[in-house]
């Protein structure tokens, strides 16, 4: 139910501890900047014995540390809730309907300016009733005016790009003075 994977490294903290596991590392690089990396040759004399000896060390990791998974829980717990819960405090940027893998989806497209928690302005959308924080966020140190424009440019590219099939700007746009990206959004380009 829950992944581990950001407290835990398996090759770490459960293979390298096994009697029955061999991991041997190789160097390899393809003579360019990051074209290299390590190969790992895992081998094995008893996959029962290996398998029965993996349950316990994760058995002993789960028994000894929980107060850390515990931790982890409730900071995902409350990362989902805020995400479900949505920004405390946005302004409506824009609502756009655009073609997603198979049909239309209706977002709309909220601005966070920065705040205690985050020095950054970032974005929220809503997608049937689903609130999401977008991976897109700018530094707070420019105007509003200016990151609303680059965040609508990352979100839905240029005027006129393909998957737009309507947009409506939101007060944000009237706002700041960027009535003429909105017209030639509105427009298609």
Same mark, same amino acid.
């Given at each position: 139910r829950h $992944? #581990?994977?950001d407290l835990y490294d398996f090759t &770490?903290? /459960?293979a390298e501890h096994c009697e029955y596991i061999t991991i041997e590392k190789k160097d390899w690089d393809a003579g360019m900047p990051g074209r290299s990396g390590v190969w790992h040759v895992v081998t094995t004399t008893s996959r029962r014995a290996l398998k029965a000896e993996m349950r316990a060390r994760v058995s002993e990791i789960l028994r000894t540390d929980r107060d850390s998974i515990e931790r982890y829980k409730? &900071? #995902?717990k409350?990362?989902?809730s805020k995400e479900a819960k949505g920004p405390k405090s946005a302004r409506l940027l824009f609502e756009a309907d655009i073609w997603d893998d198979f049909n239309p989806t209706s977002y709309a497209v909220y601005l966070e300016e920065p705040s205690q928690d985050s020095r950054m302005f970032r974005l929220w959308e809503r997608t049937n009733d689903f609130w999401r924080l977008s991976a897109i966020s700018v530094p707070a140190y420019i105007s509003v005016k200016e990151a609303a424009r680059?965040? /609508? #440019?990352q979100y839905l590219g240029p005027p006129g790009a393909s998957g /737009? #099939? $309507?947009f409506k700007a939101g007060p944000v746009f009237s706002e700041e003075g960027l009535e003429s990206l909105a017209k030639e959004y509105q427009r298609g380009g």
């Open positions: $992944s #581990l994977g &770490k903290d /459960v409730k &900071k #995902l409350a990362e989902a680059t965040m /609508v #440019l /737009v #099939l $309507s």
